[in-house]
């Protein structure tokens, strides 16, 4: 029984093959999940630490900030996918390259010129989200201060002295997460029109051909 309880630590259970799948219903489940759950467990380290302990804080500082920090590139390239779903076309290869990368400001960017493609993008707080994006960008452009203390060249990979109120990120980051999920709302909408459009259209096709026109 150890043996087996032992061997399951190198099954990948948490990996879902539909993630190979960027496009299927799976995979945008696993998407959202896995960013909810960075950020929830971020949120719980600041409940946690964040004022029963705040000499605790240097200490959970960089986890905090990685996990919010990888849950925000996490949401936006669901919302990404959901714009995807209403455009239905290909993934183009200068597309797929900045979804690989790690970079929050180039994908906020690509999202929102995904949304601009769908309709006149609905303004729902622009500014906080670009601004919390930006900031995190500044800190961690490439999501790695957060990771290691220092670059491959051996500098430090974060301001010396660098102090951040918790309490204030979390508040700003469940704005932040608010304004995401109201555009992927927002976007949804959009999608099941078009579903709901789809399978009217395809109806009039078989109506018509039993019609026998």
Same mark, same amino acid.
């Given at each position: 029984?150890? %043996?087996?309880?032992? +061997? =399951? $630590? *190198?099954?990948?259970?948490?990996?879902?093959?539909?993630?190979k799948?960027? @496009? !299927?219903?799976?995979a945008?489940?696993?998407?959202?999940?896995?960013?909810?759950?960075?950020?929830?467990?971020a949120?719980?380290?600041v409940?946690?630490?964040?004022?029963?302990?705040p000499?605790?804080?240097?200490?959970?500082?960089?986890?905090?900030?990685?996990?919010?920090?990888h849950?925000? %590139?996490?949401s936006? +390239? =669901? $919302? *990404?996918?959901?714009?995807q779903?209403?455009?239905?076309k290909?993934?183009s @290869? !200068?597309?797929?390259?900045?979804l690989?990368?790690?970079?929050?400001?180039?994908?906020?960017d690509?999202?929102?010129?995904q949304?601009?493609?769908?309709?006149?993008?609905?303004?729902?707080?622009?500014?906080?989200?670009?601004?919390?994006?930006?900031?995190?960008?500044?800190?961690?452009?490439?999501?790695i201060a957060f990771?290691?203390?220092?670059?491959?060249?051996?500098?430090?990979?974060?301001?010396?002295?660098?102090?951040?109120d918790?309490?204030?990120?979390?508040?700003?980051?469940d704005a932040?997460?608010?304004?995401?999920?109201?555009?992927?709302d927002?976007?949804?909408?959009?999608?099941?029109?078009?579903k709901?459009?789809?399978?009217?259209?395809?109806?009039?096709l078989?109506?018509?051909?039993?019609?026998?026109?």
């Open positions: 029984m150890e %043996e087996d309880r032992n +061997k =399951l $630590l *190198y099954k990948p259970l948490l990996v879902s093959p539909a993630d799948d960027f @496009k !299927s219903a799976e945008k489940s696993s998407w959202h999940s896995y960013s909810m759950g960075y950020k929830t467990a949120d719980d380290l409940d946690s630490y964040g004022s029963k302990y000499y605790f804080w240097e200490l959970h500082l960089s986890p905090i900030c990685f996990l919010y920090r849950a925000i %590139e996490l936006i +390239k =669901l $919302l *990404y996918l959901h714009c779903q209403v455009i239905d290909p993934i @290869k !200068s597309h797929d390259k900045i690989l990368d790690h970079k929050l400001l180039p994908l906020w690509l999202a929102c010129h949304m601009k493609l769908i309709v006149s993008l609905a303004p729902m707080n622009i500014s906080l989200r670009l601004e919390r994006v930006a900031e995190f960008t500044a800190l961690d452009p490439f999501s990771r290691y203390p220092t670059d491959k060249k051996g500098k430090g990979t974060l301001p010396t002295g660098l102090e951040i918790l309490v204030t990120l979390k508040e700003g980051m932040l997460f608010t304004a995401i999920a109201g555009c992927d927002w976007v949804e909408h959009y999608a099941d029109i078009k709901e459009m789809d399978v009217g259209y395809d109806q009039y078989v109506d018509e051909a039993d019609e026998g026109y």
